[in-house]
């Protein structure tokens, strides 16, 4: 996801950031390029041309022309144009009310609405500990409703019990009796996708939101369907009143261009991301995290809390003071590996760690796996503590000595010295951007 746009952008942004200073025509041919960029991702024409033309009228501003650092200037407003184009904050779901509160979930068929009505009730019993029924309101499709009581027994989710011929807003009235007489706290309606958008289906649609008032109206779209996707939101958003939508196969290879182009155009916030077919791959959208990923910053925050989870709060803190201070040397480089293995392998976490994806291609072997980790511990480990504290001392005679004492070759070693290079380049981009702190805060 977003791979080839960040790339792109990437590209234009070495470049501005490469010059001492900066003119208006370069500002806005950079620009020209950044929306050639947008449009390839799928970005919607008018949404594109408006980020654009807001940036342009920012950068050209004399207060960045004259600062000290122009290009890493436009960076930061080409930044903070993207977050605010994803929705500036995360948005989370209206539910406190008196239960039960309603969820509603609409979308075409095949958008991953059930899966994500079974992800959410998980999130919601497991994370808000609320006592949560769903109910399928889909009598077009054969076994939707039967598809969504299995999901509800692998859950531990309750559904509403199948009666046979019962109509949508029939169905819709008996959930809301059950939910209210059984005292739960949330109720989640699966309702009847279409192939494409018709009349008959946002009348039920409508019906069903009569009858049931959600709280929450949650547009699910495939993100994979790029500008598709992008006009079903607009032909929902102007006939259901929507609260936000969910962006399902956000683990695909989509271009971009729906969930950069989604809150332009419906107005309403992206709230969750689908990012696969597990039911707890479900993550809430954070537009900061997002764009920090996009401009190849890497998902630091990302990165932080899910090592967080597994490292000791003193090698986190430690790692931090490192980032901040633009510091990282082999030590660094070894305990991040060891991380990795205990995380599972790079796969997951490839994208967060800047300079990872460069760091990655520098590696002959495309498939990073387990023993390729583990050699690198091994030469690291055939390093004198000098040589790993200053990796540049690592001459040819000592390249040998590291490739002899670990089993490996001369090649491997270039390669690791190679990738701590991309990773300590990537390190003092964070320090010149704020460091980490500074960066988080313009991550969000
Ligand atoms: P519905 O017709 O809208 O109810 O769609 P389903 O919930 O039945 O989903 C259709 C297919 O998409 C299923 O095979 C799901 O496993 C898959 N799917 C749903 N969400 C995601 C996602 O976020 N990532 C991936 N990779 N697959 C998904």
């Known amino acids: 996801m977003f791979d080839s746009l960040s790339d792109r952008l990437g590209g234009v942004f070495d470049r501005l950031r490469g010059r001492g200073a900066l003119t208006e025509a370069d500002v806005r041919g950079a620009m020209r390029e950044v929306r050639v ?52 904050d995360n948005v989370g779901l209206d539910i406190d009310v008196t239960p039960p509160a309603v969820i509603m979930l609409v979308g075409l068929q095949g958008s991953g609405k059930t899966t994500t009505t079974a992800k959410l009730a998980k999130l919601l019993k497991g994370r808000e500990r609320k006592k949560v029924m769903m109910a399928s309101l889909d009598v077009n499709r054969p076994a ?39 005292g739960f706290d949330v109720l989640m309606l699966d309702t009847a996708g279409r192939l494409h958008v018709d009349q008959a289906l946002m009348d039920e649609m409508k019906a069903v939101a009569d009858i049931a008032t959600p709280n929450e109206i949650l547009l699910v779209v495939d993100a994979l369907t790029g500008q598709d996707a992008v006009n079903v939101a607009k032909n929902f958003s102007e006939q259901v009143p929507l609260t936000g939508v969910i962006l399902t196969r956000m683990d695909g290879d989509a271009r971009g ?54 490292i000791e709060a003193e090698d986190a803190e430690r790692m931090a003071a490192k980032l901040a201070k633009g510091q990282f040397d082999m030590n660094d480089l070894r305990a991040q590996l060891a991380q990795m293995r205990r995380m599972g392998g790079l796969g997951a976490l490839a994208g967060m760690i800047p300079g990872m994806k460069k760091a990655q291609a520098a590696m002959a072997s495309g498939a990073v796996d387990e023993k390729i980790l583990l050699r690198m511990d091994a030469m690291i480990g055939s390093m004198t503590p000098k040589e790993r504290a200053k990796p540049e001392l690592i001459n040819a005679k000592r390249k040998i000595r590291v490739a002899k004492g670990s089993g490996t070759t001369v090649q491997d070693v270039n390669k690791l010295l190679k990738m701590h290079l991309e990773m300590s380049t990537a390190m003092k981009r964070i320090k010149k951007m704020g460091g980490l702190k500074g960066m988080m805060a313009m991550l969000g």
């Open 37 to 88: 960029a947008l449009l390839e991702a799928d970005v919607a024409l008018p949404v594109a041309r408006e980020f654009v033309d807001k940036v342009t009228e920012q950068a050209v501003g004399q207060n960045v022309l004259r600062s000290v650092t122009p290009g890493q200037q436009v960076v930061k407003i080409v930044n903070d144009a993207l977050v605010e184009m994803l929705g500036s």
């Open 144 to 182: 939707a409703q039967e598809q969504l009581a299995v999901l509800g027994t692998q859950t531990e989710v309750a559904t509403l019990p199948i009666v046979a011929g019962q109509q949508p807003v029939d169905i819709a009235r008996r959930a809301l009796q059950a939910a209210k007489l059984q």
């Open 257 to 310: 261009g729906a969930a950069l182009s989604m809150r332009a155009v419906t107005g309403k916030p992206i709230k969750f991301a689908g990012m696969g077919e597990k039911l707890d791959a479900i993550e809430p959208f954070h537009p900061g995290r997002v764009a920090g990923r996009i401009l190849g910053m890497g998902d630091v925050v990302s990165l932080v809390e899910k090592a967080a989870q597994s």
